[in-house]
């Protein structure tokens, strides 16, 4: 069975662009979370996504914004890029919350 | 809010054993441990409930202490393969988000 999917694997971006950023879950996984990863550091949480409503959110401004398809599959969107942007996002799904969490490999984001 | 853990790294010869703390400042309703190698996705390696403790991978295991608010993950006879970086993640108040801790590295050399 193929685990989490995330794409792309890299991207560069320039200051001020926007960037979409996409997952799909282990198939029958219906919760799907996004984290954003800087070097040294652990996971910060972002959004969380359960049968395609939003059911929480970390302290990222405005600027993020996520979204669930009807298939669980599910895009980040980064608008106004800036340079702290940039980091691994990881997507992370789950069947039920208490089995732990299934990462993907990431995206990991460049902005110059 | 964000769980405590230590030591930050650890060096270890095969073999060896080593333990992992993380502690929170906050009830704890139940502690993740995942293991993340550079450059690849973190991998769960088990989840400890309020109230249980599950064992979940390979000769590491945990405890959970409710009172005291922690957390220990054990490395038994450490392998090569168990050099990467370990996260404690915590769910504030039971919801489905996960607070991580700083990490604690390890190295297991031959």
């Known amino acids: 069975d193929a685990g989490v999917t995330q794409s792309p694997t890299h991207l560069i971006k320039t200051r001020g662009q926007h960037v979409t950023l996409r997952c799909s879950p282990i198939?029958?996984?219906?919760?799907v979370s996004w984290y954003q990863q800087v070097l040294g550091q652990g996971p910060q949480f972002i959004f969380q996504?359960?049968?395609?409503?939003?059911?929480g959110r970390g302290n990222f401004p405005d600027r993020f914004s996520a979204r669930q398809f009807p298939n669980y599959s599910s895009e980040l969107n980064v608008n106004a890029l800036l340079l702290g942007d940039s980091a691994l996002y990881l997507c992370?799904?789950?069947?039920?919350?208490?089995?732990?969490?299934?990462f993907g490999s990431g995206t990991r984001l460049t902005v110059v | 809010q964000q769980p405590v853990q230590s030591p930050q790294a650890v060096i270890l010869r095969e073999g060896e054993d080593a333990v992992i703390n993380c502690s929170s400042s906050?009830?704890?309703?139940?502690v993740h441990w995942y293991r993340q190698k550079h450059g690849e996705a973190p991998v769960f390696l088990m989840i400890?409930?309020?109230?249980?403790e599950q064992k979940g991978h390979e000769k590491i295991s945990a405890s959970f202490n409710e009172k005291k608010q922690q957390s220990s993950l054990y490395l038994t006879a450490s392998q090569l393969s168990y050099s990467g970086t370990y996260f404690c993640?915590?769910?504030?108040?039971?919801?489905?988000?996960?607070?991580f801790g700083q990490g604690t590295t390890l190295q297991v050399k031959p």
């Open positions: 992370a799904s789950s069947l039920l919350g208490e089995r732990g969490y299934t």
């Open positions: 198939s029958g996984h219906k919760s």
């Open positions: 996504y359960y049968e395609k409503e939003e059911r």
């Open positions: 906050k009830a704890l309703y139940s």
């Open positions: 400890l409930l309020k109230g249980g």
């Open positions: 993640g915590t769910p504030p108040s039971n919801t489905g988000k996960l607070i």
